[in-house]
């Protein structure tokens, strides 16, 4: 509904499941719904954030998909083309502290602005390497794609934390978790867009430039849209109660406050764990595979359905949270049938001629996992609320980030050398998974335990959106154990 503002105004009602004690004057609720408006642009902040989430994404997996054909193009060998995709990771845990003060205190304009310019210099730096000369320059060509890649794994942070601050500032409290959905699963509908294009644009390594190319013309595109079309850290006026005072703690003292919470620890250790047992499913699973004899087309398959399985939990799980509530609920129902679907996939990926199983699983550890990311992430800001956005799901990213090194380098070492696999459609060196996928499997059952058992929290953010409309304090959830520090909200 629009309203005297302008057309790119509609007037937001506010609602609550809390049946309020105080009586209300019409006058008085009146001005507060009045106050509340969201704005059709919102959309286009969403837009931009999605293009550039799915344009890192692309960036980083370039090479993976084919890191035959690169290595032969850019003269490096197989463990170089893996640092193009690593280093992603490496840059990313220094620079995430930082990246969460930006957002904090600088906003989300000159963050995303800023995220879109190096993934484009990153983007045309790497096509522009591709053409450097053979011989004795030949090395340069490498380095030039490597810079490239750097540049984009600067950007990814910037642009990863950046959904559940654009949520908070931008969409009313109905649209919070769907809107965060979509800008969280941009990023792995990149990583499936590069999984599935790159094999077919660099069938040899003649066509690398031409693969470089199709990933730098969006990124050059999506960072004239950011620079262009985002006007604004925020909307004119705030879409909910909360969203005024989005990054009302000042970094370093929420960072105490985060260190003092002690549902937010639970949270950061358990998820964290999460995200590592999922970045080794996704880095591992051609190398566990080929083992049984699988191909690695039906690896990219599996992969292929683990990411759209998991894009479609997610929409589908934020639109219920945004209906209910249900954050808690949610997040360890879901958790529950991952860690499930983990074991089950450390028994079925052993088997030799289970194609349908395997494919099955995959789906399913996709369906439940993929869709906790973005409840996670919203529900680690209700939880240690006033305590901004980015700060506080930027750490648990960060935590994710931590613990997927130290998975990978766990789990690499517990593998043993086969001497006879007569099906292994693997390389040089065959290696037994077994012992890494029962320890992987088992981390993510006891992390999914300890969160089940010791997570008890407020809705601290939902609760302060209600005390000004309805004068009212606590929202009644299932769980009511105090567990963080009381903060004036």
Known sequence: MEDAAGPDTEVQTVSSSVSSPVPRTPDAELK???????????WFVLLVLCLLNCSNATLWLTFAPVADQSAKFLGASLEQINWLSLVYMVVAIPLSFGTTWMLDTLGLRTTLILGAWLNMAGALL???????????????????????????????????????????????????????????????????????????IAET??????????????????????????????PPTPPSASADSSSSEPFFKGIKLLLTNRAYLVLLL???????????????????????????????????????????????LGVYVDKTKRFIEATKI???????????????????????????VCSLFGFFGFSIYPVAMELSVEC?????????????????????????????ALTKRLADSP???????????????????????????????????????????????????????????????????
Not at 278 to 299: D, H, K, M, P, R
Not at 463 to 481: D, F, K, L, N, Q
């Open 32 to 42: 507060k719904l009045l106050s509340f408006k969201v704005y059709k642009r919102r």
């Open 126 to 200: 790497r096509f522009l390497g591709a053409f450097v000369q053979k011989g004795p320059a030949f090395p340069l060509k490498y380095l030039l794609v490597m810079c490239g890649q750097t540049l984009g794994a600067l950007a990814q942070p910037l642009i990863i934390f950046a959904p559940t601050k654009m949520a908070a500032l931008w969409f009313p409290e109905h649209q919070r978790a769907i809107a965060n959905t979509m800008a969280s699963m941009s990023n792995p509908l990149g990583i499936l867009v590069a999984s599935l294009s790159s094999p077919l």
């Open 205 to 234: 390594p003649e066509r690398i430039p031409y693969l470089l190319l199709v990933y730098a013309v969006p990124a050059c595109i999506i960072c004239v849209l950011a620079t262009v079309g985002m006007r604004s850290s925020s």
């Open 270 to 316: 358990c998820f964290g764990s999460g995200i590592a047992v999922f970045t080794c499913f996704s880095t591992l699973l051609e190398q566990i595979l080929c083992v049984q004899g699988y191909t690695n087309t039906f690896a990219g398959v599996c992969g292929a359905l683990f990411i759209v399985s998991g894009i479609v939990g997610a929409i589908l």
């Open 334 to 360: 879901n958790m529950s049938l991952s860690a499930l679907s983990c074991i089950a996939f450390s028994v079925v990926a052993l088997m030799q001629q289970q194609k349908v199983a395997v494919a099955v």
């Open 384 to 412: 240690s609320y006033p305590v901004g956005e980015a700060t506080s799901a930027g750490l648990v990213f960060v935590s994710g980030q931590i613990q997927s090194v130290l998975y990978i380098v766990l789990l690499q």
């Open 423 to 489: 099906l292994s459609t693997c390389g040089d060196a065959v290696l037994s998974w077994k012992v890494p996928m029962m320890v992987m499997a088992g981390l993510c059952a006891f992390f999914t335990c300890c969160f089940v058992i010791f997570f008890h929290t407020r809705y601290r953010r939902l609760e302060a959106e209600e005390r000004p409309v309805y004068g009212t304090g606590r929202r009644e959830t299932p769980t009511t154990s105090e567990s963080a520090p009381s903060v004036k909200a």
